[in-house]
Nanobody, 115 residues
Framework: QVQLVESGGGLVQPGGSLRLSCAAS????????MGWYRQAPGKQRELVAR???????NYADSVKGRFTISRVYAKNTVYLQMNSLKPEDTAVYYC?????????WGQGTQVTVSS
């Protein structure tokens, strides 16, 4: 059993910042990567940022230079620091844990950017 607990979403004004966190627990072996995805109303879920076990990161073009993903390996926790938020960043943000043979999703946390 694997659980992902997300936190940190909320309402923020344009230009503001939020920090999302996701803690994984349970029978976790051989983590390949952890990442954040988002899904806006009427749109498909898309990759926001991802970090592999060896520290390689990749970002969606739309968030490069504004968002930073990081991970505390000992705690199986991944963070997403989001700066200079825009209304188009509004979405439900999901944490994903990629193990060697399968993956798990968090329940999602709402991020709303609005004045």
């Amino acid at each position: 059993q694997v659980q992902l607990v997300e936190s940190g979403g909320g309402l923020v004004q344009p230009g503001g910042s939020l920090r999302l966190s996701c803690a994984a627990s349970g029978s976790i072996f051989s983590i390949y990567a952890m990442g954040w995805y988002r899904q806006a109303p009427g749109k498909q879920r898309e990759l926001v940022a991802r970090i592999t076990s060896d520290g390689n990161t990749n970002y969606a073009d739309s968030v490069k230079g504004r968002f930073t993903i990081s991970r505390v390996y000992a705690k199986n926790t991944v963070y997403l620091q989001m700066n200079s938020l825009k209304p188009e960043d509004t979405a439900v943000y999901y944490c994903k844990l990629d193990l060697t043979i399968t993956g798990y999703w968090g329940q999602g946390t709402q991020v709303t950017v609005s004045s």
